[in-house]
């Protein structure tokens, strides 16, 4: 999941600043098509084993069984916290990475601890609450960050990559410049 993020960030960035807006597009777009196939093979996979892994670890029947029904809820959380790592990639990539950021907040601290906390204490729901709370907040971060990939204007991205770039070109020509100025100056001294 974050080998596919880090690979979609960078994918989308390097594309952008070759300016090579559509190439930059049909990646953000087929990694988070593939982190959702991914996401729903790992859920697959969680629901296929729910039944035996909590007796791995365990042979108190209580806890195979909860471990059984709360299984079904990670498995829930896999199919959108996968596309939800690699959104965070496309952001970075398109030099936003505190977008990812305040989503992360917002989805997380304001959003899913105290959902948690309300369902798992107060409707008195447990663990199954705490993470319906955590799946709530998954959610919110996945619907931001998805809304922001499907308004990218990906032509203004690549110009704006395009100055970024060029930026630091000229700065390192004239750093360079500098440096070789320096270096006949003292050398003729």
């Given at each position: ?77 896999e199919v959108v916290n996968f596309p939800l790592a690699v959104c965070g990639g ?8 505190w977008l990812g950021m305040y989503a992360n907040l917002g989805g997380f601290y ?32 996945l619907i931001l960050l998805v809304v922001f990939v499907a308004r990218v204007d ?36």
């Open positions: 999941m974050l080998s596919l993020a880090t690979c979609a960030s960078t994918r989308v960035s390097n594309e952008l600043g070759a300016n090579q807006a559509g190439r930059a597009c049909r990646s953000a777009y087929v990694s988070l098509g593939a982190s959702t196939i991914s996401g729903c093979i790992g859920a697959l996979v969680m629901v296929g084993v729910r039944g035996v892994w909590g007796s791995l670890f365990s042979h108190d029947q209580g806890i195979i069984k909860g471990v059984e029904k709360m299984m079904l809820l990670m498995a829930l959380i496309i952001v970075r990539g398109t030099a936003r990475p304001f959003l899913a601890l105290p959902m948690a906390v309300l369902l798992a204490f107060k409707a008195a729901l447990g663990l199954g609450g705490m993470l319906i709370g955590f799946l709530i907040g998954l959610a919110a971060c990906w032509e203004v991205e690549a110009g704006k990559a395009q100055k970024l770039a060029s930026c630091d070109v000229l700065e390192d020509v004239r750093e360079c410049v500098n440096h070789r100025t320096t270096e006949t100056v003292g050398a003729d001294a």
